[in-house]
């Protein structure tokens, strides 16, 4: 059986509206989104979230920073970005969270008139030696509690970007997010690599996609077939997030699921 969390959203202007609605559609989780201001890492009280979490019977996961450049040649920058990832693992820590989500900077790029160069992949080798370190700094801190940082496709994994999560995933610390709206608007490049690493697959963002590229639709709205996609998820075990981005468009997604259209 599949547990099936709601996104964070705009619209739910306080974390006890966002329990509320994920009580009343009767979900299992909330995804914080630390994008938010009042969900950035210093604004969240743990007895607050563990208050709530009990009221309502609702865990969590954390979604990270959407930009994450962890292994930035800017050492200022990328001591910014990991200390988020470890305040999370502590959060997590306290609020027994086993689901980090996070996504894969590109970094800066170099744009030549033929060809554009991405510094990450110019400087591979400093590159993945950061994220070597990142993934040794993360096993120490997580240590033997259940926490999976799940590295979420977006935009389409690059090369350089394989090779990193590739590392990252010869550490148990470390899972994969299948986002399929992410998935379909890359032109699908990333569903058959994701696969062959499905063993460690722990999450999914699921949402529908129309024409022209455009997704968080409304489930059964769209293009994809996502009943496979649930189907996916359910066979090795993930939690699922229906990552719309309104709370109707939640509702008539869940119904849909329900229904089992």
Known sequence: MIKFGAPTMVEMESLDQAMAVCGDLDLDFL?????FPQYLLPNLDADKLRQLSAQ???FYTLHLDD???????NPYIAQGYCRTVYGAIELAKQLGITRL?????RGAKYTLPDRVIYFFEAYEKEYLERIRAFREECEKRIGDADITICI???????????KAVELMLESPVFGLTFDIGH??????MDEEWILSHADRLKHFHIHDCEAGRKDHR????GLLDVKRYLSLAEKFGCTAVVE?????????SMDWIRRGE
């Open 152 to 162: 979420e496709n977006t935009a389409g994994f690059l090369p350089f970007q394989r």
């Open 56 to 58: 309502y019977g609702i």
């Open 244 to 252: 719309t981005k309104t709370v109707e468009s939640l509702k008539i």
């Open 31 to 35: 995804e914080l989104n630390i994008n």
């Open 183 to 188: 998935n379909y608007c890359s032109g699908n």
């Open 67 to 73: 930009e994450m450049s962890i292994a930035d040649f």
């Open 218 to 221: 409304t489930l059964g709205t």
């Open 101 to 105: 989500n996070m996504h894969m900077s």
